[in-house]
């Protein structure tokens, strides 16, 4: 596998690109390290209206010359937020990297943000914010995220209050943008049928120009574990149970990953297993993890009836404090497999390996390579594993989000009793 080349231009932005030899198309893009949790109070849901934004128009293209010059080429463009990242994107053949390269850096540089396009958009976001809310199974989410990092930036939602999102001007729009878009904050990242020397001139021509910013200190997460609950009538009770784990950097990463994997990983996880398949109380049932550079989520989601919901969080705990003392070896290998399974499928995807160039780059300031990943999988024993799930046990402060006929369900207090005991 072609390795990673990197280049940094003197004013600090980064330039990482893989070559796949074989491929005929590639992704391009700018990862932008601001997200969420970089907003203030009053600033929440900013970044999300400014990706929204960026497709608006700019200084050289309208809205619909933006789409146009990648779908009259087949290609896809898109963008997201996330706490901790804004990212642009696009996906095209070969011969039309330079074009989406130019569309990218058009649409992060030179952004108009018309008055009306605003007032266009803003509606189009309190519809996105609706929607979500009209959506138990997303908006629970949110509602755990608040419970575990209430009262910070890093609890608060990605799209906002629609009463904040209500009031955002231009000026707040341009404020966001010079306190954060840096090139310190941006990696052009690029993987598939690219050359890497053509990127970095096309980079250094588009963003040479840009003068470092000093972006506002990103406020260190504070794990609370609280606890929300709201009632309604609903046919589904919603269940989400989170636990704090690890950041990217700590020494159990990996060893997070594995038990979250056969915790609740898959159809052969102990969950899966244990409350859909011998006991029924649900259609489905997961485990995932969620990783930022100074803390991390083990996030647990279940969907019941109202009445079965109290059965569902019993078993849940009781699953959870017995892999500390039993979880085996297969159970190991197994979800050491489906990790690594995952990686290199991904890394068979452009967009993924962009991606993944870009992120990695961010957090470790390089990109290590399938094989020293999957390297560092295989070298976590059952045993570390084992006391990685003792030790969240024992500092266990879980954050509990329930949405629906959850009147009558077990109280956070009551589960983290539950799984001390």
Sequence with gaps: MTDV???????????ATRLMPGLHSASVGVWVNAGGRDERLEQNGIAHFLEHMAFKGTARRSALQIAEAIEDVGGYINAYTSRDVTAYYARVLAGDVALAMDVIGDIVLNPVFDGREIEV???????EIGQAMDTPDDVIFDWLQEAAYPDQAMGRTILGPAERVSGFSRDDLSGF?????????????????????AIVRQAEAMFGHLSPVIGATREPARWLGTEQRRVKRLEQAHFALAFEGPGYLAPDFYAAQIWTAALGGGMSSRLFQKIREERGLCYSIFAQSGFHDDTGMVTIYAGTAGDQLADLAHLTIDEIRRSADDLTGAEVARAKAQLKAGLLMGLESPSSQA????????????????AEVAARIDAVTAA?????????????????????????????DALAQRLAA
């Design 384 to 412: 570390e594993v084992r006391d990685h799930a003792a030790a969240l046990i024992a500092a266990a402060r879980p954050a509990l989000a329930l949405y629906g006929p959850v009147k009558k369900a077990p109280a956070r």
């Design 355 to 370: 991606e993944r160039i870009a992120r990695t780059l961010a957090i470790w300031g390089r990109v290590p390579d399938a």
């Design 5 to 15: 080349q990197i280049t940094t231009l003197a004013n600090g932005l980064r330039v």
């Design 121 to 127: 958009e803003r509606g189009v976001i309190l519809q």
């Design 177 to 197: 943008v010079a306190e954060h878009y840096g090139p310190g904050q941006m990696i052009v990242a690029a993987a598939g049928a690219v050359d890497h020397d």
